[in-house]
């Protein structure tokens, strides 16, 4: 069983920047892709940004060019850094560790809140 434990949310200015870690309590984690979703309420829980074991990255593009996704497998920990953020950026941000074939894990979650 992988526990996943984010932290950094918390409320910003717009134009500010947070970062998240997510750590995972299993080192098996680092053959598996991590990502960062966000639930804003009233929304679904979309997909923010992925890493693959082997670091390849991909970004939502409401982000690309704000956010960056890492990684430290000696850590099993992955991060999001968030620059430029934006009222719209305001949600419930969740680690996840995807298991093809089976239904992954995921973290319970840290606010993120953007407002003057």
């Known amino acids: 069983q992988v526990q996943l434990a984010e932290s950094g949310g918390g409320l910003v200015q717009p134009g500010g920047s947070l970062s998240l870690s997510c750590v995972a309590s299993?080192?098996?984690?680092?053959?598996?892709?991590m990502a960062w979703y966000r639930q804003a309420p009233g929304n679904r829980r979309d997909l923010v940004a992925a890493?693959?074991?082997?670091?390849?990255?991909n970004y939502a593009d409401s982000v690309k060019g704000r956010f960056t996704i890492s990684r430290d497998n000696a850590k099993n920990t992955v991060y999001l850094q968030m620059n430029s953020l934006k009222p719209e950026d305001t949600a419930v941000y969740y680690c996840?560790?995807?298991?093809?074939?089976?239904?992954?894990?995921w973290g319970q979650g840290t606010q993120v809140t953007v407002s003057s």
């Open positions: 299993g080192s098996i984690v680092r053959v598996y892709a």
């Open positions: 996840r560790v995807p298991v093809p074939g089976a239904p992954g894990y």
């Open positions: 890493i693959s074991s082997s670091g390849n990255t």
